[in-house]
């Protein structure tokens, strides 16, 4: 099961780590990705904090941590290939892994219905 933020990130959850990208929305509104800065393994966020930063052909954007918690893994092939991004935003371009502070904050985020209802 997904959960979204309404700044075009989604989470998968397993137990209290969250996996974080970028939703598809966000990967076609920005276009070519040409570089990708992630977090280092052990930093720490609160909600809303800058996490890591996308740039495309047309625009630099924020990619922000949708929870409290802490770097746990990151995924070096889309720094090495951002066009992973771009292909397979919601699976293998995942961003971070991040251990959430309090893991049932996942609940109370968007799901799917809810994400799609603030694009329309």
């Known amino acids: 099961m997904l959960r979204y933020t309404a700044d075009h990130e989604w989470l998968k959850r397993d137990g ?27 930093a720490r966020f609160q909600v809303g904090d800058g996490a890591a930063v996308v740039e495309s052909v047309k625009a630099a954007s924020d990619v922000f941590a949708p929870l409290e918690g802490e770097v746990v893994e990151v995924n070096q092939a889309i720094v090495e ?40």
């Open 16 to 42: 209290d780590v969250m996996t974080v990208g970028i939703t598809n929305h966000a990967a076609e509104t920005l276009g070519d990705l040409v570089f990708v800065q992630l977090p280092e393994v052990g």
């Open 81 to 120: 290939d951002p066009s992973i991004v771009n292909r397979e935003p919601q699976g293998a371009g995942w961003f971070f892994k991040l251990k959430a502070a309090d893991p049932s904050a996942f609940d109370a985020l968007l799901d799917e219905g809810g994400y799609l209802a603030t694009l329309a």
